[in-house]
């Protein structure tokens, strides 16, 4: 059984930094494609940045710059450092497993596994 569990939420001001980690089991990192969702009030969940098994990743315009994807594959881990936070960032961040080693095209459809959420909420 996967299970993903979120970590590193909190609150801070504009232009602060935030790391977010992913602990995984049942499922092994290293194979597959994972990402970072969020969902913000009232808005869809939307794709904030992936990484394949070969390291390719991408990121949403909106946090291209400012937020750097990383896994940890001997530890089963999946990270999301998060730099220069806007008010606009604020959102619950999940992150995500692939069916398949692939999902940079940041498709909820492509992800099967989903964390619990953790809040990210950035004050101006």
């Known amino acids: 059984q996967v299970q993903l569990v979120e970590s590193g939420g909190g609150s801070v001001q504009a232009g602060g930094s935030l790391r977010l980690s992913c602990a995984a089991s049942?499922?092994?990192?290293?194979?597959?494609?994972m990402g970072w969702f969020r969902q913000a009030p009232g808005k869809e969940r939307e794709g904030v940045a992936a990484?394949?098994?070969?390291?390719?990743?991408s990121y949403a315009d909106s946090v291209k710059g400012r937020f750097t994807i990383s896994k940890d594959n001997a530890k089963n881990t999946l990270n999301l450092q998060m730099n220069s936070l806007k008010p606009e960032d604020t959102a619950m961040y999940f992150c995500?497993?692939?069916?398949?080693?692939?999902?940079?095209?940041?498709?909820?459809?492509?992800?099967?596994?989903w964390g619990q959420g953790t809040q990210v909420t950035v004050s101006s």
């Open positions: 995500a497993a692939a069916r398949y080693d692939y999902g940079l095209a940041l498709n909820l459809a492509d992800f099967g596994y």
């Open positions: 990484i394949d098994s070969d390291g390719s990743i």
């Open positions: 049942g499922y092994t990192y290293s194979s597959y494609c």
